[in-house]
């Protein structure tokens, strides 16, 4: 089975502090990618990678960068986080697909709370 | 551009009776559809898949969902609830490459 692995579970940051969000896929993926969730928004794509050191911004990519050094992993980077970040953070991975064989794996989250 | 609506924020429903979580689509071209469920504290798995093949798609667990092109929906149903059941359900769109777009998430409650 595909395994992706969030580093953190729960993370507590101060205002203004860098944060970094680390993701491990370990399935050769090509594509991963950084949602977030909030209540009664669903999820929303901030970046997504089709390779090693390749980043595409996804619809709210506003306060955040990545960093993809290694195929296997894919960092979420907030340079100076804000109360408006505190959110659930979901990394997620896929092979190269067809129209048939769309799906993503994902990790199971990383709650951030910025005070 | 894509988008899905999700019509019921909450749905509750009595262990044994049917579940209905419905879903409208907005898309420019003939869509992917997904819906994936989100158990508490748990990742997100896919439940089901529309790629343009047989309209009636059947999932895991029992569940089924319905594309409606005349009605550019795609409800999900079940014939009967399990306690199990009781998660979050997100009709989900994708926009090609892994780029998805969810709807706004519906939370199951099944009752005893």
């Known amino acids: 089975d595909v395994k992706v692995t969030q580093s953190s579970r729960y993370l507590v940051k101060r205002t203004g502090e860098k944060v970094f969000l680390e993701c491990v896929q370990d399935m050769d993926h090509e594509n991963m990618f950084w949602y977030r969730q909030d209540p009664g928004l669903g999820l929303r794509l901030i970046y997504f990678?089709?390779?090693?050191?390749?980043?595409e911004k996804g619809d709210i990519p506003e306060g955040y960068s990545v960093s993809r050094e290694k195929k296997e992993r894919f960092s979420l980077i907030l340079e100076s986080a804000s109360t408006n970040q505190t959110s659930m953070y979901l990394c997620a991975s896929s092979t190269y697909w067809g129209r048939q064989n769309e799906k993503l794996f994902f990790g199971s989250g990383t709650q951030l709370s910025v005070l | 551009a894509q988008s899905v609506t999700q019509l019921d924020s909450h749905v509750s429903v009595s262990e044994g009776t049917p579940v209905l979580l419905r879903c409208n689509y907005s898309s420019s071209y003939s869509p992917s559809l997904f819906w994936y469920v989100q158990h508490p504290n748990k990742g997100l798995q896919l439940l089901l898949k529309y790629t343009s093949a047989a309209t009636l798609v059947k999932g895991i667990n029992g569940f089924e969902a319905e594309f409606k092109k005349s009605e550019t929906s795609f409800h999900l149903t079940k014939p009967s609830a399990h306690m199990s059941d009781a998660a979050e359900y997100f009709c989900?769109?994708?926009?090609?490459?892994?780029?998805?777009?969810f709807g706004q998430g519906t939370i199951l409650t099944v009752h005893p």
């Open positions: 989900v769109v994708t926009r090609g490459y892994g780029k998805l777009t």
């Open positions: 990678s089709y390779d090693v050191k390749m980043k």
